[in-house]
């Protein structure tokens, strides 16, 4: 890939994964040591697909902080509470109990979608979440539309929900800060952000290792995030750390793609992941080392 020495490099490469992609590009992504952001129609309304889950995550945490829920209680799973989708949940016997900090992780690591329907409900519907988002955070173009039912949303998936990458992008920078419900609630979002197990968007050309800390492995980089796919649409919404604390606080979503495969090699996916690789070597600090970057036929020939 050619270097990104400057804004201009980056401006153009960008550009030429706007070229190239079949559909809409949406991003806002800000470095949080410098201020500077990068916004690619940012303030256009994207589907989320599972990216709206933060917002589920923002109002189970902001009850919990006040007192409201407990996040240690369990909650008996029903066979009518199984929803298929995304997740591991609808795999298991019913009558598995785990505990809500257990369903807020499902949520947000597999994106499990009877996870999320049963925090819904918890938190009381969709209608404290999307006030929490309104009015807590200022997300104004930010809406969870009904619970995870299939037969009802149908195959626009604007009918579960819709934001914008600005939206996104500064709630999950809000979380890095330590800025959304209080430092100690923040900081237990961004844990389950960095147990994600779906790094197949933004951060898919980083040399980026998720089993490191398990391994006992010193790495600089890590990854927070929450994704989201349905047919022609990918989101992605995160905090990506850099080396000499460098963080950047992102979102990029893409919609209309003529590819439609919910495969890993989709097109919304590469783009995602692209415009990922080219924010990380423009804001690594002193320029990415040789290895810090993954490189893929994709990458050079959108890239060069």
Known sequence: MRRIA????????????QSWFSGQIGLAAVNLSTGESVEIDATRQFPTASVIKLAVLVE???????GRVDLDDRIAIAADDIVLGSGILKELQPGLAPTVRDLALLMVALSDNTATNLLIDLVGGVEPINETARRSLGLADTVLHRRI???QIG???RRFGESTPRDLARL???IARGEVIDVASSAAMLDLLRRQQYLNQAPRYLAFNPHADALGEAQSVWVGSKTGMTPGVRADAGIIHLPGGVEIAYCTMTEKSADRAMAEEAEGEIANGMIGRVLVAYWWPGGAPDGALRDSAWVEAVLG
């Open 155 to 157: 195959s626009d998936f």
């Open 60 to 66: 189970l945490f902001r009850q919990a902080a006040e």
């Open 172 to 174: 999950v920078a809000g």
């Open 149 to 151: 039912v299939f037969g």
């Open 6 to 17: 400057n804004r201009a490099d980056l401006d153009a490469a960008l550009d030429r994964v």
